[in-house]
């Protein structure tokens, strides 16, 4: 019934040759790469000002440009820098690899565990966003907004276990779309601002007096604020690193292609961060809970309720959904490559029946679900935990870099190692800004996980190097042969004794024994008779059980024959009888089971079940 | 850790010589056996009004004697009844006893099913009505009504799975605390109101309004309210069973003493019930979801806050968690018996370490706590449930008893006839008025639960006498030797390998093979070198898994050498490693564990690990 369901939601299982490689265009590539960088336009500029109307009210509009010049500054740096990344490594560079073979080990545990906190986040910032454009449109759905998340992350959860050819089609749609109406948002409503035909909106006091009242409890320094709110701004460089990785998936020239596809991106990036940020600027929305300052935006340039409006909303939430989809793409691949390298689970690097990580496909869902519940989906309180670690990810790749260059001395390395140098020192400062200014509002969070994933990776590689260890056999090892007695468990006479004492004679044993945990006399009598009237000549050694529990008084038995063959082998010879049909074992003690498994723990002793099928009855 | 967690609130475990039987003194046994009883005058009263008010108001009251009338002489005909069972079955015998040896197996197996849905009742019925006694006292307390009833389930739990010795002297306090508060009110409070010192009170027109405006819509016909009441009434009957059960803990002699104990009961649960019904006649309270009937009476005749008030609701409480816990102690004895007799799952058989029979003290609490949260915890809505399995047994135990007369013609044998007939007749007819009049409001759970346990304990039966048979042999029966091929899987050439290879060669083969399943080309090229560089002679087969799983293609190898030897013997060998704490084994993969439990359910198959343990090497 589990298989049916599962082959009924996943799809039939696929074999290992059947998996297919997808060679893309720029068009299609900038599509796939760029919607989780892009998508983040849909909220950053929202976040500078969540940070600084609470403390200044709409005269913090007046900062709103200033920040974006500097975010689009460092979106520049990086983009840069990243270029460097992409023509130094064609077959992929994500922070892990560049930092492992750079940096060394524990930085590459560093930005690895960065990078899979960010994939979480990724995931429940971009549905916590994409569900708040809808509940933006529709406000009547506003209280739905933690079980609508969830119910979008279950979606992806299966729709990438059934695995999803990351079709370039699927992700050209929503992503141009968005590019599109973000374009045509900005440019009407500048065009028809500065023509005067679109004044500053109506300042919305309900929604103000709610942020001002609670934020003057918070903040009050003017200069640590507008940190604090580029720190918020700053995650509009998210996803930035993605096209890094999948070099290998463009046609050739790889690099060429990936690098001008990147600096694509960051030109589209840049300007709908910064267009949208003027726009803000000049028309004055207010921020709230209720509404994205893109909906109010988009209501104010194409009307609310016209087509345009619920096509933007749609737009946006499709390209979030898109960008949260990404992290399904990366997290588990970046967790099969930590695995393989010993640091994560083995059960990680496993494929599923579908080809996909499924293991990590789970997990991903539930860190980011429970995220999710325990941010009440506010995508504003997820935002604090979301910067530091895509910083530490840009930092330790960039500097991996460095050290790439110096030790490389490739032609013109110089210029890579200014470019690279000064990304890496920018981000660095950037990171620095991000945990000090947003300590205490969330950034502590990352701060401590990120060093904590990092030692249990280590933790991990250290237990599966111990037990490699322990496994490692010099050629023409053999185990020394050792006393080897067998102990058979009877119950009674029954059907199911007899293979079990045929198996048991059938044991090289230099000592054959049946043993009885007795909790009853009466039926010990009974056993002793049919012992006898059954012919069995095996010596019967009966214990009692005062505390009736089989288990004990097994174990005790079995220490007794250790003391006498010190290092001796026992095999413990269980006759069972298998029912027909699994609710039948309700009606039969299920002792024998916790006996195996007690025993298993137990040095040189071996278990054999020897199960008689009852209704396949067999000799 | 769970074992420490579970000594701590169990405490030791007992061996079973250290069972105690305990001899009862009437004064004593009537404690013990007659809380069950005279604890239902805590509600039988109320019932009864909560029944007639909302169809006939404040008129209803006229009608409360005569019912409690009929009521009060049905006591008498059962308790007559039940003086003859206990006369005739000095060893207890209960319905379920009674009806198996006179009525044979379907009778009994219907009168155990309603004993033991009535001992689940009981237990839901006596702890709402208990708390209800709280809370009309403390009526800040109502809205924590249900979880109130779980926690003192929950309490009643843990004290019977450490063990209550039925000690008489925590029974005797509250019980007789509650006949003498009782007493009191009764007396004091007629006195009061003949003498003219205590007139009708005034009569609670909201709580009246709450019920007659939803009454009107249920009911109608004044017989059938009649009717209906009257079956209300009868619920102060339940537990006059109880001394039939425990004849053998009376002093000698055991049936004088607990025929006269059963009659003394019988006397004082008869007055104090009539008694409150004719101090409710007259004293007119208005009857309410919000206080006892007995709270308003104790309040008017004591004083609300005085002491002797507060002393009465709290002897009520306890007299009812009293009542409770016979239950506690009769559902696993009774399941104990039923599941001895192979209708229920032998595990309700075994006692655990404190020798109680805890599986059925975990059930019974299960079960009892499921219905406070479906009735939200309102005894009122648990009592039409309550009477049909109480007059099942009744009728059942009667009826045994005239068969018993019929058969045995013991000297006086008509007297007992009649007088048991009486009863049969007397409990059948009630059993029919209760069904019938309440079976919309809930008595048809019952009438349809019983008769469906009782085909499942049939069904366990069948199944249990299915197993034995196929268990059965004969004297010198042996199993037919047959064609023995020993697998081995391998994973790669690892320490743990070679005590399975040296095991596995120890076994008497017919043929010994090695099995990979190889999901990785790469690692099966490294398993082949090593193969031949350690020198091992088995023959190494290996089977290509496109789908990447372990069991699949393991059972088609083992399909395979089962058509070449069809009814041969396999066993698969699983070298395996154990680490040393629980929690590292959620770095190893677990397909093992899968693949042992799916051979486990193939005929012909035995499974033999060999455990390798690191952290504690053994050769």
Tied chains: 1, 2.
Excluded at 8 to 26: D, I, N, V, Y
Excluded at 252 to 276: D, H, Q, W, Y
Excluded at 389 to 404: D, E, K
Excluded at 570 to 578: D, G, L
Aim: net charge neutral; aromatic share 8%.
């Amino acid at each position: 019934m589990y298989s049916t369901l599962k082959r009924l939601l996943l799809g039939r299982p696929l074999a290992s040759h059947e998996e297919e490689h997808q060679r893309l265009t720029k068009l299609v590539a900038l599509a796939v790469f760029a919607s989780d960088a892009i998508s983040s336009t849909a909220y950053a500029t929202e976040e500078i000002l969540l940070v600084l109307v609470p403390v200044a009210g709409m005269a913090a509009l007046a900062d709103l440009v200033p920040i974006a010049i500097v975010v689009t500054i460092l979106l520049a740096i990086v983009v840069t820098s990243y270029r460097q990344t992409i023509l130094a490594y064609p077959h992929g560079g994500g922070a892990y690899v560049v930092s492992r073979e750079n940096l060394g080990t524990n930085p590459s545990l560093v930005a690895g565990s960065a990078l899979l906190v960010d994939y979480v986040l990724t995931v429940a910032v971009s549905v916590s966003a994409g569900v708040f454009a809808i509940t933006s449109a529709f406000p009547e759905l506003g209280p739905q907004r933690v079980p609508l998340c969830l119910g979008f992350i279950g979606l992806m959860m299966l729709a990438n276990l059934r695995g999803t050819k990351e079709s370039g089609r699927l992700f050209a749609g929503p992503t141009y779309l968005y590019i599109t109406m973000l374009s045509a948002l900005i440019l009407i409503g500048l065009v028809r601002s500065y023509l005067g035909d679109l004044g500053p909106l109506a300042v919305d006091e309900e929604s103000l007096a709610e942020l001002t009242e609670r934020g003057r409890l918070v903040t009050g320094v003017t200069a640590f604020a507008l940190l604090r709110a580029f720190s918020s701004g700053a995650v509009a460089l998210s996803g930035v690193e993605a096209i890094s990785n999948g070099v290998p998936a463009f046609k050739k020239p790889e690099s060429r292609n990936a690098a001008a596809t990147l600096v694509t991106m960051g030109l589209i990036l840049g300007s709908l961060f910064f267009g949208i940020s003027v726009l803000a600027h000049r028309l004055r929305p207010t921020v709230s809970e209720h509404e994205t300052v893109l909906s109010v935006l988009g209501g104010a340039v194409f009307g609310h309720g016209s087509g345009a409006y619920y096509v933007l909303q749609l737009a946006t939430f499709a390209i979030l959904v898109l960008a949260a989809n990404t992290a399904y793409a990366d997290f588990p691949r970046l967790s099969s490559f930590v695995a393989r390298d010993g640091f994560l689970p083995r059960q990680l690097a496993n494929r599923g029946d579908r080809l996909v990580y499924s293991n990590g496909v789970i997990v991903l869902s539930l860190l980011a679900g429970a995220l999710i519940v325990a941010f009440d989906g506010l995508t504003a309180a997820l935002i604090p935990l979301y910067a530091v670690g895509v910083f530490t990810g840009f930092t330790l790749s960039q500097s991996g870099m460095v050290v790439h260059h110096w030790r490389e001395r490739e032609p013109r390395w110089q210029r890579g190692l200014v470019i690279n140098g000064t990304g890496a020192v920018a981000t660095g400062v950037v990171l620095l800004v991000v945990v000090v200014s947003k300590f205490t509002i969330g950034a502590w969070i990352p701060a401590v996980v990120i060093p904590c994933v990092a030692l249990v990776l280590r933790r991990i590689r250290h237990h599966y190097d111990g037990v490699a260890r322990a496994l490692r056999i010099d050629p023409g090892y053999r185990p020394a042969p050792s006393h080897h007695t067998v102990v058979v468990l009877v119950g009674g006479v029954h059907r199911s004794l007899m293979p079990a004492l045929a198996y048991a004679s059938s044991l090289h044993a230099d000592q054959l024994v049946a043993l009885h945990v007795s909790t009853d006399p009466e039926h010990e009598d009974r056993l002793r008779r049919d012992w006898a009237e059954h012919g069995l000549d095996l010596p019967l050694t009966i214990r009692p059980s005062p505390y009736r529990e089989l288990t004990r008084p097994v174990l005790e038995f079995l220490d007794e024959v250790e003391s006498e063959h010190p290092g001796g082998l026992v095999t413990v010879v269980v006759p069972e009888f298998v029912v027909a049909h699994w609710y039948s074992n309700l009606l039969h003690n299920q002792s024998a089971l916790a006996l195996r498994a007690r025993l298993h723990q137990r040095p040189g002793t071996v278990v054999v079940s020897v199960p008689l099928h009852l209704g396949a009855a067999r000799e």
